[in-house]
């Protein structure tokens, strides 16, 4: 809550506290039962048929239905309406099969945190088919993502969604008296300058974060574009010689662009077979509403007012880990859709923080973690369990989170008016112990 000093012309708001965490990791992993972390590739292959299958099945009748859309069948008053509503059961289509298709990229990623079975061949080899399918380099991917996790919420290690700070967005330096460095206090002066160097206009505010779900995807793997901003200009996921890999990774990377180069020839070669219309309704749409997923999900799992960003003498793999949210994906919209979309992606936006917790955990087996862990963490007073995950809380999202400050060891984001919804409560113990991670890069 907000209230604004008149005679000052200051307005300052009533931050909510968040608690540091000091909790060693190995704490954390030991309240897990010890049969969520088996891995099985049979279990675990029954998820990509019933995908495939519910993908296969929904493009069957669709074809069905849309055959029956003649005026032999229905009588609709204009011959337009024929045409919607082809359209529109083609565009429900697209819809559905690309929440499995997303399911299908959580299996996959699945493999490149090696969950998916207890061989790292299967596990490589199944993720290299998989994440092709749609359009990702496997271990270009699986290597940087590696090491996302080891430094989430990192400001200088972590490889995506990193903020921008308001030396990056060009605002004034910070001023002591006009603003308070957690973000309790900014004068309207500061405010109006602020507002003008950020602000959202009703149209902007919607256009930014479509325009981040359309297209997020690819700048990210091809410009670095929400990555991290101490590589140079030109790194992409391409590149063997790309700052994130080592030189062991160089043969992997070609690999997983020569993975990228057939799934872009099938697409070629299918499109000139069956014409472009039948690939774009059948395929097209349907991964470009995985690539909308995927951001939309991984965007909201980090990008929150209620998260901490760390810079090095205070970030633990611990914080990082809990510098995350679960979210309902598309609970906004109710019950069964929030079902819909649990089971669709596999319940890769709700059991998310566990899934940093431990990486290795198979998805059937982490509803059951997530709910040990959410009682070891719910006396801490952890913010773990955010907002449903969809459109308006994209737009919501993008309207808070502005920018951090340059300074400072714990950061929240600001909103366009220099004001942050949280601040730091730090722990009295020393740092936590980190010991206990496992982070596969090879």
Same mark, same amino acid.
């Given at each position: 809550m907000a209230r604004k000093d008149d005679d000052e012309k200051v307005t300052v708001v009533e931050q909510g506290v968040y608690p540091v965490p000091d909790i060693p990791i190995k704490e954390l992993l030991d309240s897990i039962p010890a049969h969520c972390f088996r891995r099985s590739a049979f279990r675990s292959s029954l998820y990509i048929f019933w995908d495939l299958f519910v993908i296969v099945a929904s493009y069957k009748a669709t074809q069905y239905l849309d055959a029956r859309i003649t005026p032999a069948n229905l009588n609709l008053p204009s011959p337009y309406l024929y045409t919607a509503a082809s359209f529109a059961l083609w565009s429900l289509y697209g819809f559905w099969a690309g929440l499995f298709g997303t399911g299908l990229w959580v299996i996959g990623h699945e493999c490149g945190h090696q969950a998916f079975s207890e061989s790292k061949t299967i596990n490589n080899? +199944?993720?290299?088919?998989?994440?092709?399918?749609?359009?990702?380099?496997?271990?270009?991917? =699986? +290597?940087?993502?590696?090491?996302?996790? &080891?430094?989430?919420?990192?400001? $200088?290690?972590?490889?995506?969604?990193?903020?921008?700070?308001?030396?990056?967005?060009?605002?004034?330096?910070?001023?002591?008296? =006009?603003?308070?460095?957690?973000?309790? =206090?900014?004068?309207?002066?500061?405010?109006?300058?602020?507002?003008?160097?950020?602000?959202?206009?009703?149209?902007?505010?919607?256009?930014?974060? &479509?325009?981040?779900?359309?297209?997020?995807?690819?700048?990210?793997?091809? $410009?670095?574009?929400?990555?991290? &901003? =101490?590589?140079?200009?030109?790194?992409?996921?391409?590149?063997?010689?790309?700052?994130?890999? &080592?030189?062991?990774?160089?043969?992997?990377?070609?690999?997983? $662009?020569?993975?990228?180069?057939?799934?872009?020839?099938?697409?070629?070669?299918?499109?000139?077979?069956?014409?472009?219309?039948?690939?774009?309704?059948?395929?097209?749409?349907?991964?470009?509403?995985?690539?909308?997923?995927?951001?939309?999900?991984?965007?909201?799992?980090?990008?929150?007012?209620?998260?901490?960003h760390y810079r090095a003498p205070e970030f633990t793999f611990a914080r990082g880990a809990l510098a995350t949210l679960d979210r309902s994906l598309l609970g906004d919209l109710g019950s069964v859709a929030a079902w819909i979309g649990s089971h669709a992606t596999n319940g890769i936006s709700e059991t998310h923080v566990l899934h940093h917790i431990s990486s290795k955990i198979p998805h059937y087996h982490a509803w059951e973690a997530s709910a040990a862990l959410k009682k070891k963490l719910a006396s801490a007073g952890i913010p773990i369990e955010g907002r449903p995950g969809g459109w308006a809380e994209m737009i919501r999202v993008f309207k808070e989170c502005k920018f951090v400050e340059d300074e400072g060891d714990v950061v929240f984001f600001k909103n366009a008016f220099g004001l942050a919804k949280m601040k730091p409560r730090m722990p009295e113990s020393g740092t936590a112990s980190d010991s206990g991670i496992e982070v596969d890069t090879k």
């Open positions: 080899a +199944v993720g290299l088919v998989l994440h092709s399918a749609v359009g990702v380099p496997y271990h270009s991917w =699986r +290597v940087s993502h590696a090491k996302h996790h &080891a430094s989430t919420g990192h400001m $200088t290690q972590d490889q995506v969604f990193v903020p921008s700070t308001r030396s990056e967005v060009g605002l004034p330096p910070f001023d002591p008296a =006009r603003e308070d460095l957690l973000g309790s =206090r900014v004068t309207e002066e500061v405010k109006k300058e602020l507002w003008e160097a950020l602000g959202d206009s009703p149209i902007g505010a919607i256009l930014s974060p &479509a325009s981040y779900l359309i297209g997020g995807w690819w700048l990210y793997i091809t $410009t670095n574009a929400s990555g991290q &901003a =101490r590589y140079p200009k030109g790194t992409n996921h391409f590149n063997p010689n790309a700052p994130m890999y &080592a030189p062991h990774h160089y043969n992997q990377v070609i690999l997983s $662009t020569f993975g990228i180069l057939v799934w872009l020839a099938a697409v070629g070669v299918s499109i000139n077979h069956w014409g472009f219309l039948e690939v774009f309704r059948t395929y097209l749409v349907p991964y470009l509403w995985i690539n909308h997923w995927l951001v939309l999900i991984t965007f909201l799992q980090h990008t929150d007012p209620l998260l901490p």
